[in-house]
């Protein structure tokens, strides 16, 4: 018998000791697996601020299925150049409905897509980074780390993903006032993804800004196509819309055509920066749970070629009261990964 505890004492100590030795040798955040290095360089950034906090009067996005998305930077005010600063940002999920939202989270790099503007609504052109990034979760979407389940319940605030450095996205060289918008993934809805509140900061140590000029602005390419947006002047009962969209590729790209704004995604920001609620017709169009009337065919756009919609704005938003508004359009793919054309962002005046 005392043997017997003898033995089991023992036994209990080498646990112990195999345990310590490896919790010496391992650290939570190191797994004891081989580490892939990741398919693209990672660029070096200069030091950073501390992490941004969410104000009590945070602007959010837009809300979909109750689920609304902000960003939040720590200052208004960032250097480039030799000397230049991180542009990091913090995010925030909530759920302003009245039934808890379900779904996944992947990886900041994949769950995130950016857009930047520089005042006249021209997009900044992506980093080499960037692209080297969004054509690797074309080809290959495995690059995703992880992928968890969430459940956000109604009025629950849960803090997201950081994003390192906007510069590592963007070629950022002008100094100038510029708008930040970033979509975010909600896997599990066909509708695909959400937008933040417009952040608009100020980029000093840059050459001086260029001139545009007044020809048409075009969104960045995506896939081979890009999107521009203009809107005329508001008139009673109308805010008239027209986008084009262009085959930029090298490739006849195969476009399936229906009432729109079935594969587009309208966001429009009041002044403050506020998401225009939307109509009843706008929401529809975007809810994956109503039957679909699919009418409509399939268009081969040929290189160089362009397709055109004309809307009214008042159609899709309950714009109620006069003011400034900013207004961006993007074209849905069948999947996140394959990314998405983004417009330029219009400016204009409701009187």
């Not at 995506?222 to 999107?227: D, I, S």
Request: with cysteine; glycine share 8%; aromatic share 10%.
């Amino acid at each position: 018998m005392h043997f017997r505890r003898l033995r089991d004492i023992v036994a209990v100590c080498l646990a112990f000791a195999c345990i310590s030795c490896f919790a010496q040798t391992t650290s939570p955040l190191t797994p004891p697996w081989p580490q892939t290095p990741p398919p693209f360089p990672l660029p070096q950034a200069a030091p950073s601020d501390p992490e941004p906090t969410l104000s009590h009067n945070a602007t959010w996005g837009e809300q979909y299925h109750g689920l609304a998305f902000t960003v939040q930077l720590i200052r208004d005010t960032y250097r480039i150049g030799e000397h230049g600063e991180h542009i990091d940002a913090a995010t925030w999920l909530t759920n302003f409905g009245t039934k808890p939202v379900e779904f996944s989270v992947t990886g900041p790099d994949s769950d995130h897509r950016y857009a930047l503007f520089y005042a006249d609504g021209h997009p900044v052109p992506p980093s080499k980074f960037a692209r080297e990034v969004e054509e690797h979760l074309r080809t290959d979407p495995i690059i995703i780390t992880r992928n968890f389940p969430v459940t956000l319940k109604p009025g629950e605030i849960q803090r997201g993903d950081s994003i390192n450095d906007i510069q590592r996205w963007f070629d950022i060289t002008e100094s100038g006032t510029y708008t930040l918008i970033v979509m975010r993934s909600v896997p599990g809805f066909w509708n695909g993804f959400i937008v933040s509140n417009p952040i608009t900061l100020q980029i000093t140590g840059g050459k001086a800004p260029s001139t545009t000029g007044t020809a048409p602005a075009w969104g960045n390419p995506t896939n081979g196509l890009v999107l521009s947006l203009t809107v005329g002047e508001p008139v009673a009962g109308a805010i008239n819309c027209h986008l084009r969209l262009k085959n930029v590729g090298d490739d006849v790209k195969t476009i399936f055509s229906t009432t729109f704004p079935r594969f587009f995604h309208l966001a429009l920001f009041d002044a403050a920066g506020n998401a225009v609620p939307k109509t009843q017709r706008t929401l529809d169009a975007e809810d994956e749970t109503l039957p679909r009337d699919e009418q409509g065919g399939i268009d081969k756009l040929a290189p160089d070629k362009t397709l055109d919609d004309d809307f009214n704005l008042r159609d899709f938003f309950q714009i109620t009261k006069g003011g400034t508004y900013r207004l961006m359009v993007m074209r849905r793919e069948d999947s996140w990964f394959k990314g998405f054309a983004v417009s330029n962002m219009v400016t204009f005046t409701v009187h």
